[in-house]
């Protein structure tokens, strides 16, 4: 089942584990200890790849409580560490039906993969991790900071000798700021400004397989800024049924601008 992931190697000591999902787990390596941020899916054998790249021992941290963050936690037999405030959200997040509109988008699933046994999963040993905490992985340090935004609980993870900072899914060309467990548009733009003073120089996201930079995360908060709720486009509500949301653009772009240079957008809830 190893065959289902593709492991790129964009700098030193980082893995960026990626498959047809589009929702990505990385992998940090030190001389001591590794680091792994985001279980994905969970459709094929994670630890599997993991033990191809490196047999030292794993610490696993958790960018959010989405499924698609936590759907593999229980194929890890240790703690998982994820901000305190998801934690009473997993139960709901990683719910089967949750887990079932996953596996329907997955159209080639691994080799003997066991639709019920996933449907059934549980989410792990979760235990909390807070700004402040240090993983030291033995000559590269991580350090937390908490990032509420996408969701209340989320957490970035500042990589400090490679000036690398890993955001989950709270930068990116579109960003959702909706539904259960989402934090409000201030909560996040303050996020936003703690984050910018660091001095990061590359951002990894869980959904953009190539780097970001510095430019992504402003255009997030310019967008926070400016976005219009009331001049916004209806967007389907996968997270909570019977929710409006609105697609807000950057002034002057629409949601068929996705993809071009300077594009941002967020998803808003009437009270975002």
Same mark, same amino acid.
């Given at each position: @089942? ?23 787990? !990385?992998l940090i390596v030190g001389k001591d200890k590794a680091a792994l941020? !985001? %279980? ?25 409580? &989405?499924?698609?963050?936590? =759907? =593999? ?5 240790? #703690? ?14 990683? *719910?089967? $039906?949750?887990?079932?509109?996953? @596996? ?17 999963? =549980? ?8 700004? *402040? ?33 890993? %955001? ?18 201030? %909560?996040?733009i303050a996020t936003l400004d703690k984050l910018l003073k660091l ?8 959904? +953009?397989? &190539? ?6 995360? $402003?255009?997030?908060?310019?967008? +926070?800024e400016l976005a219009d709720y009331a001049t916004g486009t209806p ?6 049924? *019977? ?7 950057? /002034? =002057?772009?629409? #949601?068929?601008?996705?993809?071009? /240079? *300077?594009?941002?957008?967020?998803? $808003?809830? #009437?009270?975002?």
């Amino acid at each position: @089942m190893a065959e289902y992931y593709h492991v790129i190697n964009p700098q030193k000591n980082l893995y960026r584990i990626t498959s047809q999902e589009g929702s990505y787990s !990385d992998l940090i390596v030190g001389k001591d200890k590794a680091a792994l941020i !985001d %279980t994905g899916y969970g459709i094929g054998d994670l630890p599997g790849v993991i033990a191809s790249i490196t047999k030292l021992p794993l610490v696993i941290l958790i960018s959010h409580c &989405h499924c698609d963050h936590i =759907g =593999g936690n229980s194929l890890f037999h240790q #703690p998982i560490h994820m901000g305190e405030e998801d934690i009473p959200t997993c139960p709901y997040t990683n *719910g089967r $039906l949750f887990r079932q509109s996953m @596996m329907d988008g997955v159209k080639v699933k691994p080799e003997g993969f066991d639709g019920e046994e996933y449907l059934s999963r =549980g989410f792990g040993d979760v235990v909390p991790c807070n700004e *402040g905490d240090v993983i030291d992985l033995g000559g590269l340090t991580l350090r937390v900071w908490n990032a509420p935004g996408h969701s209340v609980g989320s957490r970035a993870f500042y990589l400090e000798e490679q000036h690398v900072l890993y %955001t989950g899914d709270s930068i990116g060309s579109t960003i959702l700021l909706f539904g259960y467990g989402a934090a409000d548009r201030e %909560t996040y733009i303050a996020t936003l400004d703690k984050l910018l003073k660091l001095p990061f120089e590359d951002i990894y996201g869980a959904h +953009a397989i &190539h780097a970001m930079k510095r430019e992504d995360m $402003l255009l997030c908060r310019r967008v +926070a800024e400016l976005a219009d709720y009331a001049t916004g486009t209806p967007f389907p509500n996968p997270i909570k049924n *019977g929710e409006d949301a609105r697609m807000c653009c950057l /002034p =002057g772009m629409t #949601p068929q601008d996705e993809g071009k /240079p *300077g594009f941002a957008a967020i998803v $808003l809830s #009437p009270d975002a």
